[in-house]
């Protein structure tokens, strides 16, 4: 039963247009979300994060909006670059659990055409 | 600068061996993260430790064991390595508290068993 749900396994778009990645849960009491970025032969890296009292979050090129009444979130890149493909996972956590456990969608490998 | 080592990157052992998995972490944190990573199934929990001496089971703890005796180190163990744990195995670290569920990744060991 999978909690966190990335259902596009890949997304392409072109050098400079915005890519939207998109991420779906299904467990209420998740009440923070992360997404990270993976290139290959590496470990996931940090990239942004959103509390559930939030609805938006900014950080540069990055922004993530939740949406808790679908239960659905999204990672917008703006305007997008060949450095940004990679896959990106979304996570969530509940402040029920113990040690802050995260729990991982599947990725979506984003490749940005130049 | 936050850092999380892993002892390997590649790995290469035989069906039946035993396999240590080294993570050292240099940021004081008290929570400790093992996964591993499979194409399309994102990451996988399958132990954490919240304290020294201290240990949980995750999603797929099955086949695999832990240890850890220091606060910034902590291993995985293979008793008796299988093909079906040809994987990427990451480690990661974060604070203890709300609000901190942040994870620091390591680079990765990528394990081929034979």
């Known amino acids: 039963d999978q909690q966190v749900k990335q259902n596009s396994p890949s997304l392409s778009v072109q050098e400079g247009r915005i890519s939207i990645l998109n991420c779906d849960y299904t467990?209420?009491?998740?009440?923070?979300f992360l997404w990270y970025k993976k290139y290959p032969a590496e470990g996931p890296t940090f990239l942004i994060s959103?509390?559930?009292?939030?609805d938006k979050n900014e950080d540069g090129r990055f922004t993530v909006f939740l949406n808790k009444s679908a239960k659905h979130l999204s990672l917008h890149i703006v305007p997008s670059q060949p450095g940004d493909s990679a896959v990106y996972f979304c996570?969530?956590?509940?402040?029920?659990?113990?040690?802050?456990?995260?729990?991982f969608g599947s990725g979506t490998q984003l490749t940005v055409l130049p | 600068d936050v850092k999380v080592t892993q002892s390997s990157r590649y790995l290469v052992k035989r069906t039946g061996e035993k396999v240590f998995l080294e993570c050292v972490q240099d940021?004081?944190?008290?929570?400790m993260f093992w996964y591993r990573q499979d194409p399309g199934l994102g990451l996988r929990l399958i132990y954490f430790?919240?304290?020294?001496?201290?240990?949980e089971k995750g999603d797929i703890p099955e086949g695999y064991s832990v240890s850890r005796e220091k606060k910034e180190r902590f291993s995985l163990i293979l008793e008796s390595a299988s093909t079906n744990q040809t994987s990427m195995y990451l480690c990661?670290?974060?604070?203890?508290?709300?609000?901190?569920?942040?994870?620091?990744f390591g680079p990765g060991t990528r394990l081929t068993v034979l």
């Open positions: 940021m004081d944190h008290e929570n």
């Open positions: 990661a670290s974060s604070l203890l508290g709300h609000g901190t569920d942040t994870q620091y």
């Open positions: 996570a969530a956590s509940s402040s029920s659990g113990s040690a802050r456990q995260l729990t």
């Open positions: 430790s919240y304290d020294v001496k201290m240990k």
């Open positions: 467990n209420s009491m998740f009440d923070y």
């Open positions: 959103i509390s559930s009292i939030k």
